[in-house]
């Protein structure tokens, strides 16, 4: 009930490209719903993240697609660019968590090619 | 401008002979985190402090100890590193509470020879 699922593993899309990334979770508790992502060398880095109570939020290119009946939620990279080349981690909180405890999905390595 | 501040970037260890690593943050946050990263996987919690509490993860090694003396630094304390225990480790903090965003440091990578 703590984990959240990340698909793919790794992603490899075209310049110009949609990249779609997907994650999946159990707990009902869970009510934060961030997106970080990390490039080579570096530490994880806050890109967009959702609450359960909007279906869609757009950041830019980047957009959260929240499905809270199938408990699943979906990242979208419109117009991909190389520099988008990096992984990218779901994750989610409770909203009893004072902490803000995360718990992370798998990951998934998007590679854009020129 | 950095934030959240991590020494050293790059330890070498040999098998067994303690380390510290350690972290300092310019944020003022009451949550200090640690995490361990192996490569091509998530960042995995080994624990947090919210404020002068401290809280273990339930499958973190005891070979793992932190201190925080101080809001601004946390330390992470390898008593005896294994060749299982060479990762990148991340410091993150955030202000607390469900919704607030983690910020993390860029990590030391650990080589235990």
């Known amino acids: 009930q703590q984990q959240v699922k990340q698909s793919p593993q790794s992603l490899i899309v075209q310049k110009g490209g949609i990249s779609i990334i997907n994650c999946a979770y159990e707990?009902?508790?869970?009510?934060?719903f961030p997106w970080y992502q990390q490039f080579p060398g570096k530490g994880p880095a806050l890109l967009i993240a959702i609450r359960p109570d909007v279906s869609e939020k757009k950041e830019g290119r980047f957009t959260i697609s929240f499905n809270k009946s199938a408990k699943q939620f979906s990242l979208h990279i419109m117009d991909s660019q190389p520099g988008d080349s990096a992984t990218y981690f779901c994750a989610a909180s409770r909203r009893s968590s004072n902490t803000g405890k995360l718990i992370f999905g798998q990951g998934t390595t998007l590679q854009v090619k020129p | 401008d950095a934030m959240v501040i991590q020494n050293p970037r790059y330890q070498v260890t040999q098998f067994g002979k303690p380390v510290t690593l350690s972290c300092s943050q310019t944020l003022n946050h009451n949550v200090m985190y640690w995490y361990q990263q192996k490569s091509s996987q998530a960042p995995k919690l080994l624990f947090h402090?919210?404020?002068?509490?401290?809280?273990n993860e339930a499958d973190t090694p005891d070979n793992f100890q932190s201190r925080r003396p101080n809001t601004s630094f946390c330390f992470l304390d390898i008593r005896s590193p294994g060749l299982g225990d060479a990762a990148m480790y991340l410091c993150?903090?955030?202000?607390?509470?469900?919704?607030?965003?983690?910020?993390f440091g860029p990590g030391t990578r650990l080589l235990v020879l």
């Open positions: 707990n009902t508790a869970f009510d934060y």
């Open positions: 993150a903090t955030s202000r607390g509470g469900a919704r607030e965003t983690q910020y």
């Open positions: 402090y919210y404020d002068k509490d401290f809280n």
